[in-house]
């Protein structure tokens, strides 16, 4: 498999080297199965200085060169964690060049893939209208609101949509390489991650804090805080009134901001709490769901295997 990795300048230096690492290792388990190694990476760069976000210089093959067509195109992320400093990152000359060359690296046969804030620029080419996607989960809001054409599924580690590949925050590069290395041979990527003392992780609800989505509305953010404190009479005309709105108003705007409705982002907040009190209490199931808002430990079962991907004993044995 002939893999490219498309390094642009200010890139986030971990999520580079871990593509690269884990690649690096799977060759490298593989060596005496094969006559040749599974992966045949190249680095390459639209400019011919490419630097990390940290300063360091990242030798590359210029785009353009003579090559065979790659089959896998993987753009690391740009060492950008805010809207403003993306919205500046989607703006350069390089990255617009870039979402040219994924759109027709793509339209060639290639798979692209992309992990954290490089979903911005394989969605900013177009190659995810129609289909769906994940990203780093405290920039959901920002990437509903600029490419309504994709799907977003912000609680997700990593998405195949068509030949698209997307993961989700920061150190998912791992995931996303696994995946790859995984569609090649299932025993090599699970020889791979035991090599790195990785753990599989299906789903970023486990990390993700719902008062640290990227939004600025007063009014979501005084229902958030409100939320918080009537986890357990939680009513959507109650919280209503506490913001002055009316019910359809806060639906509107949570859904703008959030890209979600009061009660989908209550249960959030309750995951992230009943999450917290496994990890810290040697509480009861039960206990915890009444704690949440819930009448029952099964509905509270079942929404944590549905968001984390995890049953109660792996939540707690993660964090033991």
Sequence with gaps: M????????GVFDSGLSVVLDTLETANSLAEG?????????????????????????????RVGERGPRP?????????AKTPESISVA???PDV??????????????????????????????????????????????????????????????????????????ALAHVDLALWLVRQRSPSLAQATARHLLFDARPSQAT?????????????????????RRHLTDFTLAAAARSVGASERTLERRLRAGLGKTPLSY????????????????????????AAVGYGDGVTLRTLLRKKTGRGIRELRAAYA
Excluded: N
């Design 90 to 92: 989607l703006a350069r």
């Design 207 to 227: 990390y993700a804090m719902p008062d640290h989505l990227a939004h600025a509305d007063p009014l979501v953010e005084r229902f958030e805080q409100w939320a």
């Design 96 to 169: 617009d060049d870039a979402r040219a060359l994924v759109r027709s690296w793509s339209t060639a046969g290639a798979r692209i893939a992309g992990a954290c804030t490089a979903t911005f620029v394989l969605a900013a080419s177009g190659i995810l209208d129609g289909g769906t996607a994940t990203t780093t989960w405290w920039l959901a809001p920002m990437f509903r609101e600029r490419f309504p054409a994709v799907t977003l599924d912000e609680s997700r580690m990593v998405v195949a949509s068509s030949r698209v590949i997307t993961a989700g925050a």
């Design 266 to 289: 209550v249960r959030d907040l309750r995951v992230e709490m009943a999450v917290h009190r496994l990890r810290t209490t040697k509480e009861s199931i039960e206990q915890i769901a």
């Design 2 to 9: 002939r893999i490219s990795v498309l390094v642009l300048d």
């Design 33 to 61: 199965s094969r006559k040749s190694p599974p992966f045949e990476v190249t680095v390459l760069g639209l400019r011919s200085r490419v630097h990390t976000h940290h300063g360091l210089r990242v030798p590359v093959g």
């Design 71 to 79: 089959d896998v195109v993987i753009v690391p992320a740009l060492g």
